[in-house]
């Protein structure tokens, strides 16, 4: 069997599904047929159709300064995890399709440079960081309507008013684009052909909200393998992508000194292990690693300082109820 992303995630789904089907093998008939025929990968959901999936990020940031021969470095992880439901409540006859995105619980921790640890849960009143106290209370528990299209591609979010009803702060502001990315990396595949055999490559474009600006995902997806586990096609989809940084208008302040900015580098790397009979992901794991440097120069030759933050950012998820 090939090799895969170390994951504890994506084994725990690998693990269950051996467990439900005992021994997969390649030689199976979902493979088969996959060589042959193809497999859909499309969408071909069922009204009240339900996946309750658990999600963690993990992302670890280190910034390094240097200035006048002196340098510096603070590191930082925030890590996020919860529930998130998805329920199918609207079927078009072109394949599109309509549900509710929930994100039902989520809890964020943040472990700073000393060592220590601040948190904050939905489900708890109060919290270490008011401001993401106030983000979580805003958005957890409020459904979301999700328009995903044929292909798997998320064509629009409804419903962030009432989250913007109750959030009272303007730290971290809401932005629909993040709740289409969250829809894009939760059921569905985005941008598939309607039927793709092994080794097949598509590829998918999508712009993100990043701290900066906005964050360009190329991403080129290839279908592995499809495997059988009594019966069930689990078809595993290999992902790996270039990272394109496109600053914002206020990235630099304009009463800054002279500053540039710039993507050094930006990559992702992932899998997703994807149910063929209910046509839905049952794990995701991917990796995400950027280095971007900014480069000041003081007015009256004070100096140049150099600041490079380096950042990976791991996600997963894993799908841990399901029903009509």
Partial sequence: MRKRIVSAGLCVVWVVALAIGGAVGVGSAAAQSAESEGVALRPAWAVGQRALYEFWT??????????????????????????TEWVVTEVGDDGSAKGTMTLQWIVIT??????????????????????????????????LMIEVAADGSVASVEGMNQMTAKYGGDEFPLEERDFVETATDLAALTGVPAMVVPGQRWSTTHDWSHELGTMRHDLNWTLSEVEDVEGIGLAVVDVTGELTLELGDDAIPADAPQTQVRLVSGSIEGQVLFDTLRREAVGRNTVQNDVIRSTTRLPQNRGTLVRTTTQRVQSQSLRIEEGE
Wanted: hydrophobic share 30%; proline share 5%.
């Fill in 110 to 143: 943040v472990t700073q440079p000393d060592g220590s640890t601040m948190k904050v849960d939905s489900r708890r009143a109060g919290g270490d960081i008011p401001a993401y106290k106030q983000l979580l209370d805003a958005v957890a528990g409020v459904p």
């Fill in 58 to 83: 993990q992302r670890e940031r280190q910034i390094d300064m240097q200035f006048d021969g002196r340098s510096r470095t603070v590191s930082t992880t925030l890590s996020s995890e919860g529930q």
